[in-house]
């Protein structure tokens, strides 16, 4: 069973940082990417950023600068340093990983809530 742990959520003030952890277990087949999604409240889940097993990352306009997304294809972990965090930031972050064995599969952590608020 692939399950997906996230840490490291929490409640900063504007300007802060927060970094983000996620390790995945259970995987079958190999890791095509981690990333991280986030959600706000009455908005649809949006990409914050993503790297694949071969070390490309992809982040959103709104984080590009501020965050930094960094993955260890051995212990199948993906980590988000957040910088520069300001009241937009503030969401239900998910750890997301998409693995490959016969087909693609996505999983999804179960969230963590960062808060950014004076």
């Known amino acids: 069973q692939v399950q997906l742990v996230e840490s490291g959520g929490g409640w900063v003030q504007p300007g802060g940082s927060l970094t983000l952890s996620c390790a995945a277990s259970?995987?079958?087949?190999?890791?095509?990417?981690m990333g991280w999604y986030r959600q706000a409240p009455g908005k649809q889940r949006e990409l914050v950023a993503t790297i694949t097993s071969g070390g490309r990352t992809d982040y959103s306009d709104s984080v590009k600068g501020r965050f930094t997304i960094s993955g260890d294809n051995a212990k199948n972990t993906v980590s988000l340093q957040m910088n520069s965090l300001n009241p937009e930031d503030t969401a239900v972050y998910y750890c997301?990983?998409?693995?490959?064995?016969?087909?693609?599969?996505?999983?999804w952590g179960q969230g963590t809530q960062v808060t950014v608020s004076s």
């Open positions: 259970g995987i079958i087949g190999s890791i095509v990417s």
């Open positions: 997301n990983t998409e693995t490959r064995r016969y087909f693609i599969t996505n999983y």
